[in-house]
């Protein structure tokens, strides 16, 4: 029988690659994100097998409840989850309103909550939880208060986890990349990770030791790992893939 495994992002950049990564190593995949269209493509790339596809926006307490009823219906159980969804914004930590403020913590802290408490129960003995935060959940940035709080909430979350699910034999990580080429690194049209700007300041800069951005496959072949067999002994870590960008200075 294929393991399970749910992804959610997987409509574009790393939630992409990391459903594609799991599909292509004979995983049942099932794909979460709000652009369907996307999803669709994506499922009919895969190689055969029992997959399944949810278009919802996984901030909200129905779509957690809708993939509740999926898996009980079409599967029953699952091996792991990795959560790969969130947003960009940007925000003033002193001026803007706290609607505005509260944005990435209602979209990417309240929907990863969301989806672990229904998928938990799914998880038997070595189930594996990833979640996929950033390098702003322990670096700062100029314009990405909310942004970095909320990620670092989610890196803390995953810690909890590992803690409260390890009676469970159920092992909870992060990953936090740092730049990755993804259509999040698009600004009105430009990648920000190949303009001069990203040039001079981090790789001419010396700020960056592998003189690039990272791709999605990289991300995602972390995620493998850490679902496999041979990450048995890894729980409440935050696992940083940023090309070495967080040793320098």
């Known amino acids: 029988m294929n393991k399970k495994v749910v992804v959610t992002g997987a409509s574009s950049?790393?939630?992409?690659?990391?459903?594609?990564?799991?599909?292509?190593?004979?995983?049942?995949?099932?794909?979460?994100?709000?652009?369907?269209?996307?999803?669709?493509?994506?499922?009919?790339?895969?190689?055969?097998?029992?997959?399944?596809?949810?278009?919802?926006?996984?901030?909200?307490?129905?779509?957690?409840?809708?993939?509740?009823?999926?898996?009980?219906?079409?599967?029953?159980?699952?091996?792991?989850?990795?959560?790969?969804?969130?947003?960009s914004i940007s925000g003033n930590p002193i001026d803007d309103e706290l609607d505005e403020w509260n944005k990435p913590f209602k979209i990417m802290v309240d929907g990863a909550v969301y989806t672990t408490r229904v998928i938990a129960p799914f998880l038997s003995e070595g189930g594996r939880i990833i979640h996929i935060t950033s390098i702003h959940g322990e670096r700062v940035e100029k314009g990405s208060s909310a942004y970095a709080m909320a990620k670092a909430a989610i890196n803390q979350y995953c810690r909890s986890l590992a803690l409260e699910l390890a009676d469970k034999g159920i092992l909870v990580n992060a990953i936090a990349p740092g730049f990755i080429s993804t259509p999040m690194s698009i600004n009105n049209g430009v990648n920000e990770l190949e303009t001069k700007w990203f040039r001079d300041n981090y790789v001419d800069g010396h700020h960056l030791p592998l003189r690039r951005a990272g791709q999605p496959d990289e991300i995602a072949g972390v995620a493998f790992f850490l679902a496999g067999k041979d990450a048995t002994y890894i729980t409440g870590q935050v696992i940083t893939v940023d090309g070495g960008l967080t040793i320098t200075f």
């Open 13 to 87: 950049g790393i939630g992409m690659a990391t459903a594609r990564r799991f599909a292509s190593e004979g995983w049942d995949v099932c794909i979460l994100a709000r652009r369907e269209e996307n999803l669709k493509q994506l499922i009919n790339e895969f190689p055969s097998g029992n997959h399944l596809v949810l278009a919802g926006d996984y901030s909200l307490p129905q779509t957690a409840n809708d993939l509740r009823d999926l898996i009980t219906d079409r599967w029953g159980e699952l091996d792991a989850f990795v959560n790969c969804a969130g947003v």
